[in-house]
């Protein structure tokens, strides 16, 4: 090799990324993220590749990035951010928090992890700790809402162009997670109900062997959290769900588990629960556990299905909520309904696009009625290859249970 030719090469990587600008995180009124101004839809993801896979970062940076993620965590090696960086995404890096018993010790140490990625053009976000106020089995903070309320302002003041994100547990009151929020501007939850049922103790888990602690089992469940976390962020700060890439019985030791209990979410599960956190108000959504998935797995496939549909909508899904009525007519088919179909919806291009998805264990079927679909002479049902008869300002049609359907209304009527 020509040594001049490569050292030339790597000086003008390494100018490449000292050039490029650095990413100014902010968000909006609504909790929007917004990225050097731009109102944009967070895909991301804890881990790029699988323990199984013979991948190289690179090549598993460039699949994520196909696949429309675009952000990823790091834990801040300059290599590694170039590597997120010429893939095309951003990072969020884990920067620590103060440890209250040795306030000037951590707080230099806070600084130095700041002071070391601060200016990466591939960092979107800093974090400190994760799910601190989560303690397995007890009702003590991991971590004190002190500590990140008191290192918020030195990181703010070394870094005021990142925004800062904590992701929770499922767990602990409303009040208790909103000690929280002085020492952060991204709420987030990790919820991973996709659950086979009687599993053995496990580290994160209840005594009935499941994660989340509400009465609702199913995964219907993620839209429910989605609400707690906004009662937990307020209205206008931004929320993220953290949603499953994982089998729970596949975190334990190979020669340990029990292959009848190794339940993936597939696409329709995966696609219910990144929907219905999209519908409930979620500004982003990141998935954990992939790590512990083999690549050629059908899940890791149908999670990139579910992104690239999303990605596919992000100009539509960062566009703020339309303020439409709907009416929703239930037909009999001998269930009761529970919570149905829920919804939101979006303006764009001179359509209309509806969001549903069914968080009932039943099937139903629906008659949506709403003025605003009057002005429209079609209905497509996106991703189904099916339309459906607009008549009289209304659609009919049916859904699964935990069944999603996207609406987009076009043409003049």
Same mark, same amino acid.
């Given at each position: 090799?020509?040594?001049?030719?490569?050292?030339?090469?790597?000086?003008?990587?390494?100018?490449?990324?000292?050039?490029?600008?650095?990413?100014?995180?902010?968000?909006?009124?609504?909790?929007?993220?917004?990225?050097?101004?731009?109102?944009?839809?967070?895909?991301?993801?804890?881990?790029?590749?699988?323990?199984?896979?013979?991948?190289?970062?690179?090549?598993?940076? /460039?699949?994520?990035?196909?696949?429309?993620?675009?952000?990823?965590?790091?834990?801040?090696?300059?290599?590694?951010?170039?590597?997120?960086?010429? =893939?095309?995404?951003?990072? &969020?890096?884990?920067?620590?928090?103060?440890?209250?018993?040795?306030?000037?010790?951590?707080?230099?140490?806070?600084?130095?992890?700041?002071?070391?990625?601060?200016?990466?053009?591939?960092?979107?976000?800093?974090?400190?700790?994760?799910?601190?106020?989560?303690? &397995? /089995? /007890?009702?003590?903070?991991?971590?004190?809402?002190?500590?990140?309320?008191?290192?918020?302002?030195?990181?703010?003041?070394?870094?005021?162009?990142?925004?800062?994100?904590?992701?929770?547990?499922?767990?602990?009151?409303?009040?208790?997670?909103? %000690?929280?929020?002085?020492?952060?501007?991204?709420?987030?939850?990790?919820?991973?109900?996709?659950?086979?049922?009687?599993?053995?103790?496990?580290?994160?888990?209840?005594?009935?062997?499941?994660?989340?602690?509400?009465?609702?089992?199913?995964?219907?469940? *993620?839209?429910?959290?989605?609400?707690?976390?906004?009662?937990?962020?307020?209205?206008?700060?931004?929320?993220?769900? *953290?949603?499953? =890439?994982?089998?729970?019985?596949?975190?334990?030791?190979?020669?340990?588990?029990?292959?009848?209990?190794?339940?993936?979410?597939?696409?329709?599960?995966?696609?219910?629960?990144?929907?219905?956190?999209?519908? %409930?108000?979620?500004?982003?959504?990141?998935? &954990?556990?992939?790590?512990?998935?083999?690549?050629?797995?059908?899940? &890791?496939?149908?999670? /990139?299905?579910? *992104?690239?549909?999303?990605?596919? @909508?992000?100009?539509?899904?960062? %566009?703020?909520?339309?303020?439409?009525?709907?009416?929703?007519?239930?037909?009999?088919?001998?269930?009761?309904?529970?919570?149905?179909?829920?919804?939101?919806?979006?303006?764009?291009?001179?359509?209309?696009?509806?969001?549903?998805?069914?968080?009932?264990?039943?099937?139903?079927?629906?008659? @949506?009625?709403?003025?605003?679909?009057?002005?429209?002479?079609?209905?497509?049902?996106?991703?189904?290859?099916?339309?459906?008869?607009?008549?009289?300002?209304?659609?009919?049609?049916?859904?699964?249970?935990?069944?999603?359907?996207?609406?987009?209304?076009?043409?003049?009527?």
């Amino acid at each position: 090799m020509n040594t001049s030719v490569f050292l030339w090469g790597c000086m003008s990587l390494f100018a490449g990324v000292a050039a490029a600008a650095v990413h100014v995180t902010t968000y909006d009124d609504d909790g929007t993220i917004q990225v050097d101004g731009k109102r944009t839809l967070i895909i991301g993801t804890y881990y790029s590749t699988s323990k199984y896979s013979q991948q190289t970062r690179e090549e598993s940076l /460039k699949e994520l990035a196909d696949a429309g993620f675009n952000l990823v965590l790091s834990y801040g090696k300059a290599e590694d951010l170039d590597a997120v960086h010429a =893939a095309g995404l951003m990072a &969020w890096v884990p920067v620590g928090t103060l440890d209250l018993n040795h306030m000037e010790e951590s707080a230099a140490k806070l600084r130095a992890a700041v002071e070391a990625v601060r200016n990466h053009p591939a960092v979107a976000f800093l974090e400190t700790v994760d799910e601190p106020a989560w303690t &397995w /089995k /007890k009702a003590e903070a991991r971590v004190p809402a002190e500590a990140l309320v008191k290192a918020y302002p030195i990181i703010k003041e070394l870094d005021p162009h990142h925004l800062l994100y904590t992701n929770h547990a499922p767990t602990n009151l409303v009040e208790t997670l909103q %000690q929280y929020n002085a020492g952060t501007d991204i709420v987030a939850v990790d919820i991973y109900p996709v659950n086979p049922g009687g599993l053995r103790e496990q580290y994160a888990l209840f005594e009935d062997g499941y994660q989340g602690d509400l009465n609702n089992i199913y995964i219907s469940q *993620v839209g429910e959290y989605a609400r707690k976390m906004r009662r937990v962020a307020g209205p206008h700060r931004p929320v993220f769900m *953290v949603l499953q =890439a994982f089998a729970w019985e596949m975190l334990r030791e190979e020669n340990d588990r029990d292959k009848s209990k190794v339940l993936y979410p597939f696409y329709p599960e995966s696609r219910f629960m990144a929907f219905q956190s999209l519908i %409930q108000g979620a500004n982003g959504i990141v998935y &954990w556990g992939s790590y512990f998935t083999p690549p050629d797995s059908p899940c &890791w496939s149908d999670i /990139k299905r579910v *992104v690239r549909e999303i990605a596919d @909508l992000k100009d539509v899904l960062v %566009q703020r909520k339309a303020a439409i009525s709907l009416e929703t007519r239930y037909h009999e088919l001998g269930h009761s309904v529970d919570d149905g179909v829920q919804w939101t919806a979006r303006r764009h291009d001179d359509k209309l696009y509806l969001f549903t998805c069914n968080a009932d264990k039943n099937p139903c079927k629906v008659t @949506l009625s709403s003025d605003a679909f009057r002005p429209f002479s079609q209905c497509r049902v996106l991703y189904e290859d099916r339309s459906l008869e607009l008549q009289d300002g209304a659609i009919t049609d049916d859904w699964k249970p935990f069944d999603v359907h996207a609406y987009e209304f076009s043409g003049a009527r």
